[in-house]
Structures are given as structure tokens and as C-alpha cells.
């Protein structure tokens, strides 16, 4: 069974610039997450999808970030403009079902804002 | 929201050894996972484990919802164990399919 597929892995920008990252989830996972993992930190997350509908996004900064999954399967999240407080590695997780299920991870994307 | 604490913040050892990684959590949770963080940053599923114990080879795990804590056993370490070891729990409420980290172990396994 393949993973969670994220592009790139590796991105360096400009600040003001923008950026978007690509999240493919585990085939047959209704929920999808975005995650923000700063350097020596836990990750948190910032988004949350049931199929293609949103169910929390209350910690996502909505200045300058958005995320969508319009078919219910592929996502992704895209910040505009980039800030260097950024800078941090954006992991994306499926699961199954809402709640109570195991959550898998794809490799993340690295991204650095200088 | 809850919160969740790991200890050691940093564990140092010697191929062969044994340890022990704790995890508190301040609130009743539906869902605990273990995770190992290689260097290339991937998150790698340990255990699935609200309660109980569970093994799988040299890790297992054990979690006491009631008292509310977690703990990971690694046996006979290697080299390769060395990274982050994250502990995640999903509470009720608000708090529904999110994991909350807590912010992390890191082990050094040395030759």
C-alpha cells in the first residue's frame, strides 16, 4: 500500500514570495491534515479535511495561508506571501475515518523563507 | 486543550542499552500514537495504542488512560533508533481527530 505522497521535499524562497505544496493521502483515507513543524518543535496542526469539506482550520494563519482538497482526495496548501517566520518543515497526514483512527504521515516538505 | 509532556527531553546511550520514554497527557484521550522522526524528518507510525500493551520486536508500549500516561520501551538499542521519538494524543470535545504532539525525545544511540 503506498503512503502519503507529498511534493516537493525541498523548497527555498524569497520572502513575499509565494508557495505551494502537493499532498496525495493514502487511497481510501477520508481525512486529510496539514501540519506545521518548526525546528526542535512537536508538529500542529493548521488544517483539517473530511472528504473535500473543511472541519477545522481555526489554526491556520488565513492572511496568508489557504489549503483545498476539491475532489475530496489530492490537497494543497499554499502560502502568499511568505513570512520568514515560516520557515519549517509542512507534514501531510491521512487516517480513515474523523477520529479514534491511526494517522500516517508523508515525508513533509522542508520549506526555508530567506 | 490538552496538554501533552515527554520525558527525557534528550536521552544519550550505548548500542545494546535499554530505555524507557514517558508520556503525560493532562486530559482523558480517544487516541494515543507513538512516532519515531528519522533524520529525513519522516514521521514513522510506532504504535496505535489508547491503552493497553503492545509489542512489535524490541519497542512495545503501554498506555494507562486513567492515569493518564504512556510509556515506550526500546530494548537493546541500535543505532539506527537514534532520532525523535513523538508521542500524539487525540482528545474528545473540540479536539475530535486532531492530534495534539507533545514535543518529542530525542535519543542518541551511540556505537
Known amino acids: 500500500?503506498?503512503?502519503?505522497?507529498q511534493s516537493p521535499r525541498y523548497k527555498i524562497i524569497e520572502k513575499r514570495q509565494s508557495v505551494a505544496f502537493w499532498c496525495n493521502p493514502i487511497s481510501g483515507h477520508a481525512t486529510l491534515y496539514w501540519y506545521q513543524q518548526i525546528l526542535g518543535q512537536g508538529p500542529k496542526l493548521l488544517i483539517q479535511f473530511q472528504n473535500n469539506g473543511v472541519v477545522d482550520?481555526?489554526?491556520?494563519?488565513?492572511?496568508?495561508?489557504?489549503?483545498?482538497?476539491?475532489?475530496g482526495v489530492d490537497s494543497t496548501l499554499k502560502i502568499q506571501p511568505a513570512k520568514l517566520e515560516d520557515s519549517a518543515v509542512y507534514l501531510c497526514a491521512s487516517s480513515q475515518a474523523f477520529m479514534n483512527t491511526e494517522?500516517?504521515?508523508?515525508?513533509?516538505t522542508r520549506l526555508t523563507v530567506v | 486543550g490538552?496538554?501533552?509532556?515527554?520525558?527525557?527531553?534528550?536521552l544519550i546511550l550505548q548500542e545494546g542499552a535499554n530505555s524507557t520514554l514517558r508520556?503525560?497527557?493532562?486530559d482523558s484521550v480517544n487516541n494515543l500514537q507513538w512516532f519515531h522522526q528519522n533524520p529525513w524528518g519522516q514521521l514513522i507510525n510506532l504504535f496505535y495504542i489508547p491503552s493497553g500493551t503492545k509489542q512489535n520486536g524490541r519497542l512495545s508500549a503501554t498506555t494507562v488512560a486513567t492515569e493518564r500516561y504512556s510509556l515506550l520501551y526500546i530494548s537493546s538499542s541500535q543505532?539506527?533508533?537514534s532520532?525523535?521519538?513523538?508521542?500524539a494524543v487525540e482528545s474528545g470535545g473540540t479536539s475530535y481527530g486532531k492530534l495534539t504532539f507533545g514535543q518529542g525525545t530525542i535519543l542518541t544511540v551511540h556505537p
Open chain 1, 1 to 5: 500500500e503506498a503512503g502519503v505522497a
Open chain 1, 57 to 71: 482550520d481555526s489554526q491556520l494563519p488565513k492572511d496568508r495561508f489557504s489549503a483545498e482538497r476539491l475532489k
Open chain 1, 103 to 108: 494517522a500516517f504521515f508523508g515525508q513533509g
Open chain 2, 2 to 10: 490538552i496538554q501533552v509532556e515527554q520525558s527525557p527531553p534528550d
Open chain 2, 23 to 26: 508520556c503525560n497527557f493532562s
Open chain 2, 79 to 81: 543505532t539506527t533508533d
Open chain 2, 83 to 87: 532520532g525523535v521519538y513523538f508521542c
